[in-house]
């Protein structure tokens, strides 16, 4: 009951921020992922070079 019945123009006005919501949170994510590899691509890095050295 709580519930309104929406008029026609509101309803999609809703719909479109939450799909703009969405997409930034997945951009978000999507970014995280992206630092957390770099990071770990990095360390990955720096370990092959210390044990070329080592020989």
């Given amino acids: 009951m709580a519930k309104k019945a929406r008029d026609g123009h509101h309803g999609h006005q809703d719909s479109e921020r939450a799909m703009a919501k969405n997409t930034a949170a997945e951009a978000r994510a999507k970014a995280a992922v992206r630092d957390v590899q770099s990071v770990a691509a990095k360390t ?12």
Wanted: proline share 0%.
């Fill in 44 to 55: 990955r890095g720096m370990q092959q070079k210390a044990q070329a050295k080592r020989g």
